[in-house]
């Protein structure tokens, strides 16, 4: 039975996660109450900050997400007082959360950001990576520089960056819908993509953004980071720059889409002899040769029955949000995605226990052109407006619903070119009351709008097409366009002079 909670005075605002949400979290309120401590409890010894922030438009955002040692951030901010442990368990009851280090912390209002962590296809496989962390991500290069094949199950950002950035080694991508990054975009501009596979990467390398913060031995000895439980917060945008994915291979992609399967048995290789169970060569070696003469240290069985070797298996299937730590003993409800609910002031459904990021779950009726996804930018968004609700609630103010939520808008690269989500991008909820227009120039563009009764709901822009400004606005105001049909995407016409 744990102890009980000290009875030495509460923080009035603690904060439990490292990673983006909870950082700008603890800034926010930092700032607005700077006589204020504020705990940030961490499990990992570096914490993410965001830096360069950009705001493109209205609602679009650019950053970068730096690894920075807790004292900077301590410097920066003297009332943030960051403790490097891990959450062991959360006693709503008594305002306490009890640390893996055996210290107990009260607090007056508390905002959970711990993230999500990743769903691995088969737990505690040596042969199966999962990629969430920095950590992880060096480890898969390390791996990656003895391998000559390797399979990525998934279908989510991090599987349609590996796929395209890993040359010299042969890749087999399974995934279960009809067409890749189907999260994103679909089925025209997955094809749009799709082509840059074939084609020969161009060899610029762009700088890495984010310095990787080295911690010293006896700093990882001392840390309490070992437990698998207490991962280390998510990538960074752009987390694949400054690390060699190279196999061993010399060419640039070669990559083979299995669509419309899932993984049903994983074999190692003693196991795949026994049952005398029969591979597939890679698909564009086969030359006529029906099986694979390699033997592999992994294979692995698709829903197709399809059996590929590999020298192991990325899984990139998506991640669920990490609650586990807060709910023994508590009655917290949770969305169908199994985060903790929030209402439009990122509260739970416990009294002054608050959330943010990847944790939770958006359960206040959205804007029409909105939806979560968790996303860099939207756990920004929600660890920057949990603290403005925690201040006004704090002080007995009214707050408005932040602006970020109107409209939902994502930039970010893929395949080396520049995607544009906004609203409805992929009709989402509209039932089969919608129209797609289409603009497509191979190899340059794809631009793609969503309208619904006149009105333009969403839009997909890959490519340097410069309209997504002038579409946030058309979006956000809800002009009706009926009378200008297709000049909307008339390359001809320069669309931004008709709506200034």
């Not at 009890?98 to 912390?105: A, I, P, R, S, V």
């Not at 070696?285 to 590999?310: A, F, H, R």
């Not at 490519?463 to 606005?473: I, K």
Request: with cysteine; hydrophobic share 35%; aromatic share 8%.
């Amino acid at each position: 039975m744990a102890a009980a909670c000290p009875s030495q005075p509460a923080s009035r605002f603690v904060v439990v996660g490292g990673g983006i949400a909870g950082v700008t979290c603890a800034e926010q309120l930092a700032t607005h109450f700077p006589s204020e401590e504020v705990l940030l409890v961490t499990a990992s010894p570096v914490i993410k900050a965001v830096t360069n922030f950009k705001q493109v438009s209205k609602t679009l955002e650019e950053f970068d997400v730096e690894e920075q040692p807790s004292t900077i951030l301590e410097k920066h901010f003297p009332n943030i007082k960051v403790l490097e442990s891990g959450v062991k368990q959360l006693k709503t009851t008594e305002h306490c959360i009890l640390t893996e280090d055996g210290n107990q912390y009260k607090y007056e209002k508390l905002c959970l950001c711990a993230g999500a962590k990743p769903k691995l296809i088969s737990e505690g496989n040596p042969y199966v990576l999962g990629i969430r962390d920095t950590d992880s991500a060096q480890e898969f290069q390390k791996q990656l520089t003895k391998a000559k094949r390797i399979t990525i199950v998934g279908n989510g950002g991090i599987a349609l960056e590996l796929v395209y950035e890993i040359e010299g080694c042969e890749v087999i991508w399974a995934i279960k819908d009809k067409a890749i990054g189907n999260a994103f975009f679909d089925a025209g501009a997955a094809e749009f993509l799709t082509s840059e596979l074939t084609s020969k990467k161009s060899e610029a390398k762009i700088t890495c953004k984010r310095t990787r913060y080295k911690i010293e031995e006896s700093e990882k000895k001392a840390s309490a980071i070992a437990d698998a439980d207490n991962l280390g917060s998510a990538l960074g945008p752009d987390w694949h720059e400054g690390l060699n994915l190279k196999g061993t291979k010399e060419f640039s992609h070669k990559v083979h889409i299995e669509t419309m399967c899932e993984v049903k048995n994983i074999y190692h290789q003693e196991e795949f002899k026994q049952l005398k169970k029969t591979s597939s060569p890679f698909p564009r070696d086969c030359q006529d040769k029906s099986t694979d003469k390699d033997m592999w240290p992994v294979y692995v069985e698709l829903t197709n029955e399809k059996i590929y070797g590999c020298d192991f298996i990325v899984s990139a299937t998506g991640v669920m949000p990490n609650v586990k730590p807060f709910l023994d003993g508590n009655n917290f409800m949770l969305g169908e995605d199994g985060g903790l609910k929030v209402d439009d002031h990122m509260r739970t459904s416990l009294p002054n226990i608050y959330a943010a990021g990847d944790i939770c779950t958006a359960s206040w009726q959205p804007s029409p052109v909105w939806q979560q996804m968790r996303l860099w930018t939207q756990a920004r968004q929600m660890g920057n407006y949990a603290a403005k609700c925690m201040a006004a609630d704090t002080l007995g103010d009214s707050i408005d619903m932040d602006f970020s939520f109107e409209l939902f808008a994502h930039v970010t690269k893929f395949f080396n070119y520049k995607v544009v989500l906004l609203g409805k991008y992929n009709a989402q909820g509209l039932g089969l009351d919608y129209e797609l227009m289409l603009r497509c120039t191979k190899g340059q563009e794809y631009v793609k709008v969503v309208m619904q009764n006149g009105r333009m709901m969403g839009a997909i822009l890959i490519g340097e097409t410069d309209l997504e400004e002038t579409f946030e606005n058309l979006i956000l105001n809800q002009m009706n366009l009926s009378a200008y049909g297709e000049d909307l995407l008339d390359p001809n016409i320069d669309i931004e002079d008709y709506f200034d």
